[in-house]
């Protein structure tokens, strides 16, 4: 067999281990966005009011839920290359260490979350929107410890390639949003009409649910006992904790720095007037729709990268990490492409307002090169993680963000007033810059012929 043939039958074998992995990941990202837009709907039913609670609420949560997110983060390829390297009876420990930092992760963001009111009254909300969107944060509060664990048994489930239960836990999540949301928001069964608070307490009941069922999964499933997870109880340790956060606390770093710029984005948009800003919510809908596709794919690539270095494997590691960044790559430009040829239709979905209809189709050509950076982005990130590599990736996305992008998306379009179209080439030459770079991150980093285990 050739060398060529050897080569392709590898990238063969190994895009269908990516998509075998990705696959519940993909699907469980798209249930996810779809609670959140049966939330805004069901809200939209009851009013403007509460419609904006849900929002202005979700803003809070937002960046919340992304601290924790991003610390967990560490768990990845911390197991991935454990189980790689065979010591899975060590993955215990290290679970049982991450849930320490879960829980104090959930209690950081329980004390913002239950504070909400008067951080609103700070920065300015109107003071008729204060008072559901508190309630709406303080009852999405009580979620935050179910959350935490469950990414990290979630995370662990998912670091020795066991991404399957994803398929029911996310099926089961969306059942019961619209269920309690039913039932809470509009006072069903007994129970009292909470409107946007109702909501916010059906998320916590989704977020209790999901954890429930993936701890009694792991817990009797035979597949995760040589791990002994449940073997003992810790103390929080400090080495162990403090390698963890080593990793994780850069990638929740750059996550919230990249979701602030897209917020801070969206209120230069809100300068220009309501049509610019709906015209702008629909092209970020469906850009951030069409993500949930390379951002599975990322997860499963952190997975597989650091599976083939625990295995002393950085060649394996290397096709790994191109083969994730192709695929995504791949996707990314495929859905560039349809949504230019489509982009009456796509806009269509969302209203039939001419004037609002005008600025999204224009907006689209944007958010489709837009697309190709930030799958190259998430991928190469992702890739990175493997090797645990977070805080050179935390530097350059910071950088692109906050040095390029953010000051482009102002000069552009609000200090030279050029218009939402100036404010998204502030959007695209940060992501072009942050996929740049740590595209040639990972380059340089596989290029060494014997790349460390961190």
Excluded at 98 to 127: D, E, F, Q, Y
Excluded at 153 to 165: C, D, F, K, Q
Aim: net charge positive.
């Amino acid at each position: 067999m050739s060398v060529n043939t050897h080569t392709s039958h590898r990238v063969i074998a190994g895009t269908y281990a990516l998509l075998s992995l990705a696959g519940p990941m993909i699907y469980h990202n798209l249930v996810y966005l779809g609670m959140r837009f049966v939330d805004v709907v069901m809200a939209g039913q009851l009013g403007p009011q509460d419609l904006a609670a849900v929002s202005v609420g979700g803003d809070f949560w937002v960046p919340v839920s992304l601290m924790i997110i991003g610390i967990l983060l560490s768990v990845p390829p911390t197991v991935s290359q454990l189980f790689g390297a065979g010591r899975h009876a060590e993955i215990g420990h290290y679970v049982r260490q991450a849930a320490w930092l879960a829980l104090g992760a959930a209690l950081l963001g329980l004390l913002v979350m239950l504070n909400t009111a008067t951080l609103m009254h700070w920065i300015g909300i109107k003071p008729e929107i204060i008072p559901k969107a508190a309630g709406y944060a303080r009852a999405i509060a009580w979620g935050l410890p179910a959350l935490s664990l469950y990414l990290l048994l979630r995370y662990t489930s998912e670091a020795v390639s066991h991404s399957r239960p994803l398929l029911f836990i996310a099926s089961l999540g969306f059942v019961v949003n619209i269920i309690g949301n039913y039932v809470l928001m509009f006072g069903k069964l007994g129970f009292p009409a909470l409107g946007a608070v109702g909501c916010g307490y059906a998320t916590a009941l989704v977020l209790w649910a999901q954890f429930l069922a993936m701890l009694t999964y792991v817990y009797r499933r035979s597949l995760y006992r040589p791990m002994q997870i449940f073997s003992c109880f810790e103390w929080p340790q400090l080495d162990t904790s403090r390698a963890l956060l080593a990793v994780g606390l850069p990638i929740a770093i750059s996550m919230i720095m990249e979701g602030s710029m897209f917020s801070a984005a969206g209120l230069m948009m809100g300068r220009l007037g309501t049509v610019i800003v709906a015209g702008h919510q629909i092209a970020l809908n469906w850009a951030a729709l069409m993500f949930m596709v390379p951002l599975g794919l990322a997860a499963a690539t952190t997975v597989r990268v650091g599976q083939a270095l625990g295995r002393s494997d950085p060649l394996t590691a290397q096709l790994a990490g191109w083969t994730g960044i192709g695929a995504s790559l791949g996707f990314m430009t495929f859905s560039a492409i349809v949504m230019l040829l489509l982009k009456e239709e796509i806009v269509g979905i969302y209203t039939n307002d001419i004037a609002v209809t005008a600025v999204a189709i224009q907006l689209l050509f944007m958010a489709a090169l837009f697309q190709i950076f930030d799958g190259l982005q998430v991928s190469a990130a992702g890739a990175l993680r493997g090797f645990k590599d977070t805080k050179i990736p935390m530097v350059i996305t910071i950088i692109a963000f906050w040095v390029v992008g953010f000051p482009s998306a102002w000069y552009l379009g609000v200090y030279l007033e050029l218009g939402p179209q100036a404010i998204w080439v502030g959007y695209v030459s940060g992501l072009a810059l942050a996929a740049i770079l740590l595209v040639h991150r990972f380059h340089r980093l596989t290029k060494k012929k014997d790349p460390a285990v961190a």
